[in-house]
């Protein structure tokens, strides 16, 4: 009898980090939907009776996408692999930051295909996307979601040294959930 063995990420070539624009707007939506649906196993969400999971915070971003010469708030990242300049490759990644308007970036949405993952992929792009702004970041996460409590740490490491601290914060409207812990780290 054998065991099976955890499937270990493909190699990918050409991984490309880069702000998204209104063309990525479908890849994002699509991106989403795995997005909350690995979430809904920390959060508990049901999708609404149209299938769809909350989008508030995606919706604000591709809004953002706009470009009608407003000043962005958010910022969309799409990370792909198979293409070096970004087109036509597949979507491995995406992340959403908020505050950019502000004095404190936030991380507001960070998503991986599984099979990208455990092959340094999320390093690679949570870095890329965090380098572009320096300045203070906060970036949560649920202590339940055992992989993201284990993975923000070792990134705020690898790109603030020791600079990095975490506190818990109770999630606004929802005191049935427990705190959300709070990653704050600068980025030189």
């Known amino acids: 009898m054998t065991t099976p063995q955890e499937p270990t990420a493909p190699a990918l070539q050409d991984l490309c980090v880069r702000r998204a624009s209104g063309a990525d707007r479908d890849v994002l939506e699509r991106l989403w939907l795995l997005f909350r649906h690995d979430m809904s196993t920390v959060s508990g969400e049901l999708p609404r009776a149209d299938g769809r999971f909350r ?45 950019l308007d502000a004095p404190v970036r936030v991380l507001s949405a960070f998503f991986v295909v599984r099979a990208a993952r455990r092959g340094g992929v999320g390093r690679d792009v949570a870095a890329a996307v965090l380098g ?36 818990h914060r109770p999630v606004p409207g929802r005191p049935d959930l427990p705190p959300d812990a709070w990653l704050s780290l600068t980025v030189a």
């Open 55 to 99: 989008d508030d915070r995606l919706l604000a971003a591709l809004d953002d996408l706009r470009g009608d010469g407003a000043p962005a708030r958010w910022r969309a990242h799409l990370a792909t692999t198979g293409s070096a300049d970004g087109q036509g490759g597949s979507p491995v990644a995406f992340a959403l930051v908020r505050g």
């Open 132 to 167: 572009e702004v320096p300045g203070a970041w906060e970036i949560a996460y649920q202590d339940a979601n055992a992989a993201a409590a284990a993975f923000w740490p070792r990134v705020a490491t690898d790109v603030a040294g020791d600079a990095w601290a975490v506190d």
